[in-house]
């Protein structure tokens, strides 16, 4: 059985990734008012791995015999200043989330949960990877300054992204 104090930190944290999701969509529908559906389908990816990663938490806690505590999703931003301005924002956010994950791990280290310490090294992998993916977009972004050509190339580059879910393959 899993501990309290772990269950209630999951349980933040299932919240966390949804709004994650949820916001991800919001900057899709931005884009995609843009024109930019590239830009839009690479965020529509990042919404369904942050549902994925929702979902790896809610699988866990139920399978530990924890019960999943679904509260409110506060309200996402819904209006940027660019594109700059957005992954900016992500990069941010993403930042925010490997704080959470290490203060989970915390929490798990603190109640000497093994098992949990164990399915929480995904995550802490998962975000080094998050945080290099949006650092490479955001460096490439700077790198074309907002030029035409180089946007139109990199929409069709983001466009090709092809989601894989955690779920299935680990
Ligand atoms: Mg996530």
Redo the contacts with the bound molecule.
């Keep these: 059985m899993i501990k309290k104090e772990v269950l209630d930190a999951m349980n933040e944290q299932i919240n966390a ?1 949804t709004y ?1 999701a949820y916001m991800y969509l919001s900057m899709a529908a931005y884009f995609e008012n843009m024109g930019l559906s590239g830009f839009a389908h690479w965020m529509k990816v990042q919404y369904q ?2 549902s994925a ?1 929702s979902i790896k938490f809610f699988n866990y806690v139920a399978s530990r015999g924890g019960k999943v505590l679904l509260k409110a999703i506060e309200q996402v931003p819904v209006d940027f200043d660019g594109i700059v301005d957005v992954y900016e924002k992500t990069l941010a956010h993403e930042n925010h ?1 490997t704080s959470l994950i290490n203060n989970l791990m915390n929490v798990a280290i603190a109640a000497s949960d093994h098992a949990s310490q164990n399915f929480l090294m995904w995550f802490v992998d998962e975000q080094v990877e998050e945080e290099a993916n949006v650092e490479k977009i955001l460096s490439t972004l700077k790198l074309i300054n907002g030029q035409g050509n180089g946007i139109f190339m990199m929409d069709r580059e983001l466009g090709q992204r092809v989601f894989v879910d955690p779920n299935t393959v680990a």
């Design positions: 990734e994650s791995e942050e990663h989330v």
